[in-house]
């Protein structure tokens, strides 16, 4: 079983609809969880970083952390044509070392 | 310019062939990290550095070495390439771990195909 577990999609939607892409993960361990969003033959960029359980937004986005679930979720509200990319999700336990764990990715179309 | 640059950004190589890739940055960042990415498996880890001296396997290194010339430059080396190593690479740079919410940036990504 991989740690973090993520549905490759794709997932195609209308401009405007509301998006929720998710991630599961086993390791109770984890307590930093971020969303990375990766264009078309480009690297990932970080999109939302989450400590521990709870929620934080960010214009369009949102990102929920279930820590009793093992459960994290990106929320994009308005989505548009330019959100159209791989989203991997990525966490990391406590401490002073960043090694992250990434997801496999969700790729989202958003068509006009 | 980019802030973290790889070159070659496409390359094919033959099964058995020493290939170098290389990496460098100008963010000013201590660590440097190279990942994989394949479908279906996300990136992974091959190796990192912390600091010119310090050199630190990932969770595949196995095929790989890896060279931290300076602060600013780090290159990955496939010693006799073979085709599962087939892959898109980045390299990548942060300053201080987490916490913090330090980033990890990534390079744009060195495509290699071993026939």
């Known amino acids: 079983q991989k740690e973090v577990e993520q ?5 195609s939607v209308p401009e405007g609809a509301i998006v929720s892409l998710n991630c599961t993960y086993s390791n109770s361990a984890f307590q930093y969880f971020m969303w990375y969003r990766q264009y078309s033959r480009k ?5 939302m970083y989450t400590y521990s359980s709870g929620n934080k937004e960010d214009g369009r986005f949102t990102a929920q952390v279930d820590k009793s679930s093992k459960y994290i979720s990106l929320f994009i509200r308005d989505s548009q044509p330019s959100d159209s990319a791989t989203y991997l999700c990525a966490m990391a336990l406590s401490g002073g070392y960043n090694k992250l764990i990434f997801g496999a990715g969700t790729r989202l179309a958003v068509h006009p | 310019d980019a802030d973290v640059t790889q070159t070659p950004r496409n390359r094919i190589t033959k099964t058995g062939k020493r290939i170098m890739l290389e990496c460098s940055q100008t963010k000013g960042h201590d660590r440097m990290y190279w990942y994989r990415q394949d479908p279906g498996l996300g990136l ?3 190796y990192y550095s912390f ?3 310090d050199i630190n396997k990932g969770e595949i290194s196995d095929g ?3 060279s931290r010339q300076a602060q ?3 290159s990955l080396s496939l010693e006799s390439a073979i085709p599962n190593q087939t892959a898109l690479y980045f390299c990548a740079t942060s300053d201080a771990g987490l916490p913090g919410g330090n980033t990890i940036y990534f390079g744009e ?7």
């Open chain 1, 7 to 11: 549905d490759p999609g794709p997932l």
């Open chain 2, 72 to 74: 600013a430059k780090f």
């Open chain 2, 109 to 115: 990504g060195s495509w290699l195909t071993v026939v």
């Open chain 2, 44 to 46: 992974r880890l091959i």
């Open chain 1, 43 to 47: 690297g990932p960029e970080l999109l």
């Open chain 2, 64 to 66: 790989y070495s890896v």
């Open chain 2, 51 to 53: 600091d010119v001296k």
